[in-house]
């Protein structure tokens, strides 16, 4: 098992729905796949897409449990990290935060 960062944004092109799955290409299946059984923080980058497109808040702001991975039927090479236990932070951490995680 391993920990990691999930990077998301409300102008995500991916199908997130960040409570309950994390849409992603199978260039992260590997790396996302040590994640089951093991706690995620979610990471908000300062640039997304759209006309501001350095609206971000360039925080960590959530956890989350990575409980499966499956194949997204619907788009060819593109899967899903199913998730429980969301958590969102009370105030979201700064980009220079050190996150612990207790594992």
């Known amino acids: ?20 799955r994390y849409h992603f290409p199978a260039t992260y299946l590997r790396q996302i796949e040590a994640t089951v ?8 980058p300062r640039r997304t897409t759209g006309p501001n497109s350095a609206t971000g808040r360039q925080a960590y702001f959530a956890l989350a449990q990575v409980t499966s991975v ?5 788009r060819a090479n593109h899967y899903y990290a199913h998730l ?9 951490g700064g980009f220079t935060t050190s996150v612990a995680l207790i594992s």
């Open 37 to 44: 059984g093991n706690w995620i923080v979610y990471y908000e």
């Open 84 to 92: 429980q236990n969301f958590l969102e932070f009370d105030q979201a």
């Open 1 to 20: 098992m391993t920990n990691a960062i999930f990077t998301a944004s409300e102008s995500s092109a991916y199908d997130d729905l960040i409570e309950v």
């Open 70 to 74: 499956t194949h997204d039927p619907q």
